[in-house]
């Protein structure tokens, strides 16, 4: 009997694979406790969360309703599509419903009527949630394969798109690549994009249905042929992040780019046997909770990882927020076989209450004072906590303490300020004559020339004299005969007698006489 038991266990721990808990209530010397691992979903069918978009509008058989034949009968087009009669309509979720055995249900495209025009589909699988791929993605045709298609996938929500692999009969007429074989993969390019022949030449419709992504034979390269050693892959992903990121995904594009032709050229008299018809598109995989979740499930109309740890959001890729003394991190699948959970921390349980609001991951202890303090606070922060803001820096009153964009650069204006320190509410501390919280505007009476200098004039009282006109405060420009900061003095050379008539008003006396007996001295 506890030998059948333990058999199960061990079926059960091959089945659900490593990392399937995420803790456990252990007896220890200190009385029981929770200990911590890290934990991943078991894979699922994703092809149940999907949502479907196929483009261009129109591409979708039966409105208006039409014939077709297939390759194995090509003469006889009496199969139809009709949009309208459900028993003869192909729409898109007959992709991923549950078939009953050797019916088919299948998704069609309208036929190739418009040739040459190109007969193009993208089929766009949508799950707004990170998912690593645990198995081959599997698309099945029927009817005959694609002789070019293509996949895409987006690692944000649809926003940027990255060829994830190529199919063609020939791949250098098609793309320009040359055709290679998944098992040519080896440890150091397992992750490359490639073109690959092996799913698209004809070989019957029956008996060839499937393009396959291949999951398995990448994963076989490091955890061996019968995927045994699983463990190698997981610390292999853990140092090569290329090898994670390209199992993940949050959409998929199949480009349609030219129907099974069931032969080496196409009938222009028989149009109706080209289309696309696809009966199946399997994705298996689990959601990305970065190690911190036992589960996903199909919330609000999402897939939502279940965090534990402490954590929370969709991926489990924050912490919760009273539980940010360490910064975040995911999961790590070393050391085997549990992992390191890398759990976020309560406040007051690490280190003898020493908080740092995740602007550092260290303390130290500083024994001629007694207190914990931390060490090399980040993100501009300062203080035993890394509470304050280093000088420089002034709090954005709006942010939480433990926001990495809590500090905000004070960003004094070096000519105009006294040091580049503020306040709280960021003013710096001006030179006379500037002003504004940067201080790089001027007060009345000032004008900026590397720094606030004050007015030589202005409009009011340092007016410029004879003529003479204020440029941005900073001189008069005087007419012809005129000089001085204001204009204010007669020019007293050969061409210009009229020193002693100077109709200026501020003349001093000294300088009337000192230009009186210069004058004098010229006449005789
Ligand atoms: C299919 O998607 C690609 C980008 O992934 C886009 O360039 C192309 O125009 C789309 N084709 C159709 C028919 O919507
Ligand atoms: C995608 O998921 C997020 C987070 O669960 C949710 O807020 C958003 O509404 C979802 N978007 C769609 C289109 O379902
Ligand atoms: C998470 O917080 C709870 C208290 O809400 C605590 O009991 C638990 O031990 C914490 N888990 C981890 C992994 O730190
Ligand atoms: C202050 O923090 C809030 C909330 O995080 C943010 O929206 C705002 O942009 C920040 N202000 C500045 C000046 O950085
Ligand atoms: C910062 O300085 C400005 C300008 O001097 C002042 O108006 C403001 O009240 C000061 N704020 C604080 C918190 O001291
Ligand atoms: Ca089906």
Request: hydrophobic letters at 30%; charged letters at 25%; a negative charge.
């Amino acid at each position: 009997m506890l030998r059948l038991a333990t058999f199960f266990i061990h079926c059960l721990a091959l089945v659900l694979g490593h990392y399937d808990i995420c803790k456990s209530w252990v007896a220890s010397d200190d009385g029981p406790s929770w200990e911590y691992y890290a934990c991943q979903p078991k894979p699922m069918a994703m092809k149940d969360y999907v949502m479907v978009k196929v483009d261009p509008p129109g591409i979708t058989c039966g409105d208006p309703a039409e014939y077709f034949c297939t390759h194995e009968n090509p003469y006889l087009c009496s199969d139809e599509c009709d949009a309208a009669n459900p028993d003869l309509a192909h729409p898109p979720s007959l992709m991923f419903d549950k078939e009953e055995e050797g019916l088919a249900t299948y998704w069609q495209s309208v036929t190739w009527k418009r040739y040459p025009e190109p007969l193009v589909a993208n089929i766009t699988l949508s799950w707004n949630k990170s998912v690593e791929l645990t198995d081959d993605i599997v698309v099945t045709f029927e009817y005959g394969r694609p002789t070019v298609m293509m996949l895409e996938k987006s690692l944000d929500y649809g926003r940027t798109w990255h060829p994830y692999q190529y199919y063609a009969d020939d791949c250098m007429e098609a793309f320009g690549m040359p055709a290679k074989k998944i098992r040519d993969l080896t440890a150091s390019n397992a992750n490359r994009v490639q073109c690959t022949e092996e799913y698209s030449r004809w070989a019957g419709s029956k008996k060839e249905k499937n393009v396959r992504f291949d999951v398995r034979e990448r994963f076989a390269i490091f955890a061996g042929p019968d995927l045994k050693k699983m463990e190698n892959l997981y610390t292999r992903m853990e140092s090569a992040k290329g090898l994670k990121d390209f199992f993940t995904l949050t959409d998929l594009r199949i480009r349609l780019l030219r129907p099974a032709l069931g032969g080496t050229y196409v009938q222009r008299d028989n149009l109706r046997k080209y289309f696309y018809a696809i009966s199946n598109i399997e994705v298996t995989a689990r959601c990305k909770c970065n190690l911190h979740a036992n589960a996903c499930s199909f919330r609000d109309g999402s897939l939502q990882c279940e965090c534990e740890h402490n954590t929370t959001g969709q991926d489990c890729g924050r912490c919760e927020k009273r539980f940010r003394t360490k910064s975040w991190r995911a999961g790590s699948y070393t050391p085997t076989p549990h992992g390191s959970p890398n759990a976020c921390a309560a406040a007051g349980s690490a280190l003898g209450n020493c908080e740092c609001y995740g602007h550092s991951n260290r303390c130290s202890y500083i024994d001629f004072l007694n207190v914990v303090t931390c060490v090399s606070c980040k993100h501009n922060t300062r203080g035993q906590h890394c509470q304050y803001c280093r000088l420089g820096y002034y709090r954005n009153v709006s942010a939480e303490l433990d926001d990495e964009n809590v500090c905000i650069e004070c960003n004094c204006n070096q000519l105009g300020s006294l040091h580049d320190r503020c306040n709280d509410t960021g003013h710096c501390e001006c030179r006379t004559g500037s002003a504004g919280p940067k201080c790089d505007d001027c007060l009345p009476g000032y004008h900026w020339k590397q720094g606030c200098k004050p007015n030589v004039c202005d409009e009011e009282l340092l007016i410029c004299h004879n003529g003479g006109t204020c440029h941005h405060g900073q001189k008069c420009i005087c007419p012809a005969g005129f000089k001085g900061a204001l204009c204010q003095d007669a020019k007293c050379d050969s061409t210009h007698r009229n020193c002693d008539s100077a109709s200026s008003t501020v003349v001093s006396s000294a300088l009337l006489l000192v230009c009186t007996l210069l004058m004098s001295t010229v006449d005789g």
